[in-house]
């Protein structure tokens, strides 16, 4: 069976500030104010970054207040995380498989 790797994933978290928001939120919920901080990118830059994120399902949302706070949905990245698992998986058994029949 043939593997499907999620593309569309793969290219959201390709941007480097998408993926550096990725990684903040694995440690913790934080709010566009300490994104702001963190990453130093404009406020407006960061908000489109976000809902890109929050549209490909990686991160969600939580009001509190005047603010929004972002949490990572650490089920879509353990998704990609198994998807390229069992490629490198397939990858291993094949190269395998090619040494025993070309000896």
């Known amino acids: 069976m ?3 790797v999620d593309t569309d994933l793969i290219r959201v978290l390709a941007d480097p500030l998408r993926l550096r928001i ?9 709010c566009t104010t300490h994104l702001v901080e963190e990453t130093g990118a404009r406020q407006t830059n960061l908000s489109n970054h ?3 994120l929050r549209e490909a399902g990686v ?3 939580e009001p509190c207040g005047r603010f929004t ?3 990572l949905r650490p ?10 698992g069992e490629l490198a998986a397939t990858a ?3 190269v ?3 040494r025993k029949r070309a000896c």
């Not at 990725?22 to 934080?30: K, M, R």
């Not at 089920?75 to 390229?84: D, N, P, R, Y």
């Open 2 to 4: 043939m593997t499907s």
């Open 22 to 30: 990725v990684t903040l939120l694995a440690h913790e919920t934080l």
């Open 50 to 52: 976000l809902k890109v």
């Open 59 to 61: 991160v969600e949302t």
């Open 69 to 71: 706070y972002y949490r």
């Open 75 to 84: 089920e879509a990245i353990e998704t990609l995380a198994g998807s390229l």
């Open 92 to 94: 291993r058994t094949t």
């Open 96 to 98: 395998d498989s090619n």
